[in-house]
């Protein structure tokens, strides 16, 4: 069984067996708002996730990915939750810039 942990959420963890769908599908699945602006297609930067640990747990890097790595849009311990998949147990936490205002956040 897999297990994502959400740091900054209160260290919400989220425990699936799902492989076939994305970080940001297993969070929304679990009831968690996780921002993201244009719809799961890569678009944007807005469902950025910060990896704190496992990030060899996800999946290789996807072209679009890539592309704002090269722009400097996303780091190098970031990633986009409707980019890649979950193999392993990982932690991370939301982006300062992409966390709702609805939501109570808890100190890394």
Sequence with gaps: MLRIVIQNLHK??????????????LIHQNHVDWMFACG????????????????D???ELSPVEEKFRANSRLQPNERLACQCSVLGDVVIKVAE???????EYSED
């Design 12 to 25: 919400k963890e989220i425990f699936t067996n799902d492989e076939d769908k994305n970080l940001l599908e």
């Design 40 to 55: 799961g297609k890569g678009r944007c930067t807005t469902c950025r996730a910060i990896v704190l640990q496992g990030s």
């Design 57 to 59: 747990q996800l999946s």
């Design 97 to 103: 810039e992409n966390k709702f205002m609805h939501l």
